[in-house]
């Protein structure tokens, strides 16, 4: 076993899809990154600079480990970014019936306010206006609605 036995895995998936696991080893002194004998489908070597080097189906990469404090990061700005760009039809959740009707049809809204409530299953969904615009409807309370159903449009007002 060896030096190879106490060596953390890596787990990776191929470009045809293929499931790899292999232990990760450190690189070959005076080797080049990459190098060392990776010829086989999926090996993985660990640079001196921290650079995992991954060889599967004739391909080698390089991956940049990545913090959990970084990962987070990451995934609050990719949130940030998608609350940015969103979106103004106002969909339903799930299959149900229309609860409820909070404004009229050409009512001014601001971000979070209640528009439309959906009952399904016994509980009740309610859909805020995602910014602040001119809602338009397209359901009216008691109507059954199907799941992604258009129930409404949010449309930004025009800074002109």
Same mark, same amino acid.
Request: charged share 25%.
């Given at each position: 076993?060896?030096?190879?036995?106490?060596?953390?895995?890596?787990?990776?998936? &191929? +470009? @045809?899809?293929?499931? #790899?696991?292999?232990?990760?080893?450190?690189? &070959? +002194?005076? =080797? =080049?990154?990459?190098?060392?004998?990776?010829?086989?489908?999926?090996?993985?070597?660990? +640079?001196?600079?921290?650079? $995992?080097? $991954?060889? !599967?189906?004739?391909? &080698?990469?390089?991956?940049?480990?990545? &913090?959990? /404090?970084?990962?987070?990061? /990451? /995934?609050?700005?990719?949130?940030?970014?998608?609350? =940015? =760009?969103?979106?103004?039809?106002?969909?339903?959740?799930?299959?149900?019936?229309? *609860? *409820?009707?909070? $404004? +009229?049809?050409? *009512?001014?809204?601001?971000?979070?306010?209640?528009?439309?409530?959906?009952?399904?299953?016994?509980?009740?969904?309610?859909? !805020?206006?995602?910014?602040?615009?001119? $809602?338009?409807?397209?359901? @009216?309370?008691?109507?059954?609605?199907?799941?992604?159903? #258009?129930? @409404?449009?949010?449309?930004?007002?025009?800074?002109?």
């Amino acid at each position: 076993m060896g030096a190879d036995a106490a060596a953390p895995t890596i787990r990776f998936r &191929t +470009a @045809a899809g293929e499931v #790899v696991v292999t232990r990760l080893r450190p690189a &070959t +002194a005076g =080797a =080049a990154p990459g190098a060392g004998g990776i010829d086989r489908a999926g090996e993985a070597e660990c +640079a001196p600079d921290g650079i $995992v080097w $991954v060889h !599967a189906d004739g391909v &080698t990469s390089a991956l940049e480990p990545v &913090t959990r /404090r970084q990962a987070m990061e /990451r /995934r609050l700005a990719q949130r940030e970014r998608a609350d =940015a =760009a969103s979106d103004p039809e106002l969909r339903a959740p799930m299959p149900g019936a229309v *609860a *409820a009707v909070h $404004v +009229a049809d050409g *009512a001014r809204v601001v971000t979070g306010d209640r528009i439309i409530t959906i009952e399904a299953m016994k509980m009740e969904h309610p859909l !805020a206006a995602p910014h602040d615009g001119i $809602v338009t409807l397209a359901a @009216a309370a008691g109507d059954q609605v199907r799941r992604d159903q #258009v129930l @409404a449009r949010v449309t930004p007002e025009s800074t002109e």
